[in-house]
């Protein structure tokens, strides 16, 4: 699984899947993130950061520490707009669903 999430643009993107968090209350990382990226395939990441400091590797053990809401954020906000999107009439522009009368 490929995980990238942007502070700054609260997106978060799930093996190529994105998510606009700010309707789902948006997300905060709290140690100046600007950016995180992680492969759960080969264990590997890196972090980029809003200030003068280098991007940094992420290793599976950080990840799992720091960041694996992200992934749990996600999921959230998918099964939200799923069940939202459920939930809202379709408006077919018809009668009703039958033959219109003549």
Known sequence: MKITAITQDQLIIVDGVGVDMRPHGGFEMRR?????Q????TGRGEVEYT????????TQADFD??????????QRAIEK?????????????GTGGGVDAL
């Open 32 to 36: 100046g993130e600007w950016a995180v």
């Open 38 to 41: 992680f492969d759960t395939v």
């Open 51 to 58: 200030d003068a400091r280098h991007n940094s590797a992420l």
């Open 65 to 74: 520490k720091h960041y694996a809401w992200l992934m749990d954020e996600h």
């Open 81 to 93: 707009e799923k069940a939202d999107e459920a939930a809202t009439p379709v408006d077919s522009g």
